[in-house]
C-alpha cells in the first residue's frame, strides 16, 4: 500500500512558475513508476508527465512540454512537477499517481494503481 500526499500548490499569475511536490509512503518508493494528471473544471483527468522507476525515462505531454519536468529524489520518496511559463489554461487539480511494478513510465489512467488527493493550481491572466 502506497500513500501519496501533494503539495505546492496555489495561486500564481500567467508567467510564473510553482514546484509541486508528492510524498509517498512506504519503503518500495523506488520500485513504483510515478505519474502526474490533472483535472480542470468539466473535464476529464488528463495526463500531463510521467517518470520510470529510477528517473531514467521521463514523458511529457504535448501541451506542458518544455515548459514541465517531471523529477524524483528517490532518497526522499518525493517526486516533482516543475511547472513554469504558466498559463491561465494550466489551472486545474493536479494529482500524482504511482504504479507498482514496470520498468519504464506509463501515460494512461488505468495504468496506475495508487493517487493523492490532489492539489489546486490557479493560473490568473
Known amino acids: 500500500q502506497v500513500q501519496l500526499v501533494e503539495s505546492g500548490g496555489g495561486l500564481v499569475q500567467a508567467g510564473g512558475s510553482l514546484r509541486l511536490s508528492c510524498a509517498a509512503s512506504?519503503?518500495?518508493?523506488?520500485?513504483?513508476?510515478m505519474g502526474w494528471f490533472r483535472q480542470a473544471p468539466g473535464k476529464e483527468r488528463e495526463f500531463v508527465a510521467a517518470?520510470?522507476?529510477?528517473?531514467?525515462?521521463?514523458y511529457h505531454a504535448d501541451s506542458v512540454k518544455g515548459r514541465f519536468t517531471i523529477s524524483r529524489d528517490n532518497a526522499k520518496n518525493t517526486v516533482y512537477l516543475q511547472m513554469n511559463s504558466l498559463k491561465p489554461e494550466d489551472t486545474a487539480v493536479y494529482y500524482c499517481?504511482?504504479?507498482?511494478?514496470?520498468?519504464?513510465?506509463?501515460?494512461?489512467?488505468?495504468?496506475?494503481?495508487?493517487w493523492g488527493q490532489g492539489t489546486q493550481v490557479t493560473v490568473s491572466s
Open positions: 499517481a504511482a504504479r507498482g511494478g514496470g520498468t519504464y513510465y506509463y501515460t494512461r489512467i488505468h495504468q496506475y494503481d495508487y
Open positions: 512506504g519503503r518500495t518508493f523506488s520500485s513504483y513508476a
Open positions: 517518470i520510470s522507476w529510477n528517473g531514467a525515462s521521463t
